[in-house]
């Protein structure tokens, strides 16, 4: 894609940087004039964590995108190593109650945001994917991964029990038996071992490449009705977005006892200081 | 099967009569006297495209096949080169309210008696199966198909959002990622691409091995209580069969709604005019 | 796994002893002290076959296990034929009804208490598991098996109609294509056609290696928070386990009606009948 063919989203980017309070480059979209695929780049550094702001930045970008006629949209990294390292744990840490609360939301309204978009949907994985990383590359409808990098969710290993509409997540991708798991190990798969498996779709050996490989996904598409494919989409996925569609506050009251509970912040204690100490030797 | 080991259901071809305005042809119904095996052959030329009568045929055979103690189904077409094309759209084009009510009713029980028959159910795919075709051969048991031809559901092509007891014919057969993709792209399949993705259970060269595979398949339940097999296999796919079982009316209101909408009305326009210049040049 | 490294389980064993009328060896259970493992093992002669004490003992034996801070489960047999012959026929004909509620409510509680074990589970298939015994294997997290046996719910052959909670079973281990066809046949695979189904995950050449195998899966979840891998367990389990949990007395109502219809029952004798008869010659 040759920044040529791209324009950048001018209104959309002011729009963004009136919802956000220190920086308007959280994310990054450009539309390829040509194909009509925008690219929705994360840029938060160093590791694309996502606390209250990025996600938020995420959910608007989608918004905007979809509000701007594109023809799909594709999810990648401007760090050439990690495509998101997840959640941002100093959100889960001892959090504040009103910042807790409007951080989960958050997260809940761009995931419905992302799995429920109308646009086809695709990620560019190129750099490691961790936890919500690879939740939002599973929440896509096609994925393209570099070599040598890791995507998984393991959140078992800090303590922290997925709500189901993470599991689905993986679910719309992964057999039952594979989820269950990769879920209950914590399992980071090898670019190797994910393709092996159907977690990502194809490999290829550059950013480049990977842009335009999901750049020929979403054109598969192009005899299908754009309306009836959203509504087809939608029909097939609401069945797992369900519970935030239906009942958000549940959800959310029951994500945020969680968290609070002192079996969860004590264990991600433990992961923090394990990944300290592994970090200093 | 050799002709002389079977007979015509000459009882049944007469009760068929009665119940279709023009022809007795519809369908045929041949039962195979060794085997206790009917086979129901698709017989409506050009290209067995499901109009209403066509359906109510295709019900009141398969009914008429249970209620004479066979001891399989197996699904096949008198044209060697389409095995359905699908529904006759011109029962969707600008539809009569009546008609369209009970064309729908149709289907919907068409699809029912097929998809809960208590009989062990295969499709001997001798032509190109598209649309209802595919779904048809999808919820049968087992799948036998010839080379070189085509199969699956190309609805979002012309505008269709298939409701889900279509969708879960597919799911009944392959893996929830595939039915999604295979879906939102209207993908057609070749006979090997079928294959790869267990779409189709066999390739066979012939019509003939075709029909002999898919006895095969029915004699595999030889040693199985059928009164055990029938109750287990209503008690596996009552879930997908539920909106049908326990709302009709519902499912039949929704999907009259979406087929008399402008939204569809023009697409399925655009989609004819289409095809109609396609094979004018 | 040396016998110096284990100790019997004796405060268990004792506590076993008075649930159970006649003996205590209906199960043993052995804990590695290195690896805090417990092996339950299946010692109920000639086949293991599951009649109402041996269930208990099952249950009992589990639940002790998860009281006594065990690191995870292996199921085995100390039968090196069989692992499990399924359910004692027996139980299911002529029953009296006390006995049959009893029994059916053991059957119910011991599957609950190994399906949704907080405990990594495993199964050392060191002989052929049929019916309940592939339950039982299936109900657990993985599975290694010893080439030469077979595996398999043969139930629509003897007439019966598995209920829900067995479908479910193995709907947690294969794709629902499978299960179905598998189901409605009564098919019993062989090692080599369940490690290509997937239905099992190794072949082990003897019991030890089995028995190995099993550790080291269990030893996967070396770094998995326990107590966020149980929950998050329960809560990808509880869906196919929510008829149980939710309404055991009507699922038991309903699996009582059908044992004791005259359907089954005759069903039932026409299978052992043929069992005899295959027997003599």
């Given at each position: 894609m040759l920044r040529s063919q791209t324009k950048l989203f001018a209104l959309g980017k002011r729009q963004l940087c009136r919802s956000m309070?220190?920086?308007?480059?959280?994310t990054l979209v450009e539309v390829d004039?040509?194909?009509?695929i925008a690219t929705l780049t994360m840029n938060?550094?160093?590791?694309n964590s996502c606390n209250l702001e990025m996600m938020r930045a995420l959910k608007d970008s989608m918004k905007q995108i979809e509000g701007n006629k594109s023809r799909g949209i594709i999810l990648t990294s401007s760090n050439n190593k990690v495509f998101s390292s997840g959640l941002d744990l100093n959100e889960l840490r001892n959090p504040e109650q009103e910042r807790l609360v409007a951080f989960w939301k958050e997260l809940q309204e761009m995931w419905l945001t992302l799995y429920l978009s109308n646009l086809p949907t695709a990620a560019a994985i190129n750099g490691h994917a961790l936890a919500v990383g690879c939740v939002m590359a599973s929440a896509c409808e096609y994925r393209v991964m570099l070599p040598g990098f890791t995507i998984g969710i393991h959140a078992t290993k800090f303590g922290y029990v997925v709500p189901p509409f993470i599991v689905n997540s993986y679910l719309s991708v992964l057999p039952r038996p594979v989820v269950e798991r990769a879920l209950l190990q914590g399992k980071i798969f090898s670019t190797d071992e994910a393709q092996q498996i159907n977690l990502i779709d194809e490999v290829a050996n550059s950013k480049e490449e990977a842009l335009s490989k999901c750049a020929s996904f979403i054109g598969s598409?192009?005899?299908?009705n754009p309306v009836a494919r959203a509504l087809t989409k939608r029909q097939l996925r609401a069945e797992f977005a369900r519970t935030l569609l239906d009942e958000p506050e549940a959800e959310l009251k029951e994500s945020l006892e969680y968290i609070t509970s002192p079996l969860f912040q004590d264990s991600l204690d433990a992961y923090l200081a394990k990944l300290k100490s592994k970090n200093k030797k």
């Open positions: 309070s220190k920086s308007c480059d959280l004039d040509k194909t009509g938060k550094p160093p590791v598409f192009a005899e299908a």
